[in-house]
Nanobody, 127 residues
Framework: VQLQASGGGLVQAGGSLTLSCAVS????????VAWFRQAPGKEREFVAA????????NYADSVKGRFTISKDSAKDTVYLQMNSLNAEDTAVYSC?????????????????????WGQGTQVTVSS
């Protein structure tokens, strides 16, 4: 399984950006895809995750109501729509996946549970 993240860039505070994560390979076995981010000097943190089918979704409190994770099954692509961006959202964003059906919000929020990772894409929010 390979993941390819894209869509990062420079945006002003209050603006929006959509990240994409193209999933290829044995995608039929992928049930959970998530986004994580890492700001300079900080540990990687969970952003959002979604499970298919039975579309369970959860978000970090810091992005709830502003970010939306979604999937285009026909394209095997997962999106992260980010609205009302602020300087604290500046980070390298990475998508990740795992192939188990087991899902709880706590389990999906732990990066150690994800064996498949894409490269990161930089998001910079200017204030």
């Amino acid at each position: 399984v390979q993941l390819q993240a894209s869509g990062g860039g420079l945006v002003q505070a209050g603006g929006s950006l959509t990240l994409s994560c193209a999933v290829s390979g044995r995608t039929a076995n992928i049930y959970i895809v998530a986004w994580f981010r890492q700001a300079p000097g900080k540990e990687r943190e969970f952003v959002a995750a979604q499970r298919w089918p039975a579309r369970y979704t959860n978000y970090a409190d810091s992005v709830k109501g502003r970010f939306t994770i979604s999937k285009d099954s026909a394209k095997d692509t997962v999106y992260l729509q980010m609205n009302s961006l602020n300087a604290e959202d500046t980070a390298v964003y990475s998508c990740a996946a795992y192939s188990q059906q087991y899902y709880t919000s706590e389990y999906a929020a732990s990066d150690t549970n994800y064996p498949y990772w894409g490269q990161g894409t930089q998001v910079t929010v200017s204030s």
